[in-house]
């Protein structure tokens, strides 16, 4: 948090209490919103807790819908927080009980929303703190590498780890990110 001034968090904590509302699902490219706001992306394996952290961060327990059932989303979903930015909600990859065709789809969707949209301006992969990277999440963190935007690890679940285990997970993800030149050189947990 060193990189923001006192203004700036104050600022930020405002918006992120204010109305944040569902304002729209993408199947495909072509349904994607216009490119209005800066939109903020929550990535990440299947059932790691993307949709449980955007109801976190606006105070929400059903603004983004959870389920213990891996798969739950199924397009990328805009949330629209205050007039300000999209928070976007995306469909998980890895492990899901759907067919090898729709999870094809859905790897493509992601894929090339991260690769193609302008006003993307980061992205948040979830790793679960429990197991740390996995071969899916490198391949992710190379496409963002390539395309260049901005990415930052977060370590979810972290409640139901030790501490010294997101301590290993966090060096061991760390010196990951080393390698990587889109990624921002802190975990958070």
Same mark, same amino acid.
């Given at each position: ?85 999209? =928070?976007? #909600?995306?469909?998980?990859? !890895? %492990? ?7 999870? +094809?789809?859905?790897? $493509?969707? @992601? ?31 190379? =496409?963002? #590498?390539?395309?260049?935007? !901005? %990415? ?7 409640? +139901?780890?030790?501490? $010294?285990? @997101? ?23």
């Amino acid at each position: 948090m060193d990189d923001f001034t006192p203004e700036e968090l104050e600022a930020a904590r405002i918006i992120f209490a204010g109305n944040c509302d569902f304002m729209w699902g993408s199947a495909d490219l072509q349904q994607l919103p216009p490119p209005d706001f800066t939109e903020i992306a929550f990535a990440g394996r299947s059932n790691v807790g993307k949709s449980s952290l955007v109801n976190a961060l606006t105070g929400r327990n059903t603004l983004a819908k959870t389920s213990n059932t891996p798969g739950r989303t199924q397009q990328l979903n805009f949330f629209n927080l205050g007039g300000y930015v999209y =928070l976007v #909600d995306m469909p998980g990859y !890895g %492990y899901a009980t759907v067919s090898k065709e729709q999870r +094809k789809d859905w790897d $493509k969707l @992601i894929f090339e929303y991260l690769r193609g949209r302008p006003n993307l301006k980061s992205v948040l992969i979830l790793i679960d703190s429990r197991h740390g990277l996995k071969e899916s999440d490198i391949h992710l963190m190379d =496409l963002l #590498d390539k395309a260049a935007v !901005g %990415y930052r690890i977060i370590l979810a679940k972290a409640d +139901k780890s030790s501490k $010294k285990q @997101i301590e290993e997970v966090s060096k061991s993800v760390m010196d990951v990110l080393k390698k990587h030149p889109a990624a921002y050189p802190f975990v958070f947990a």
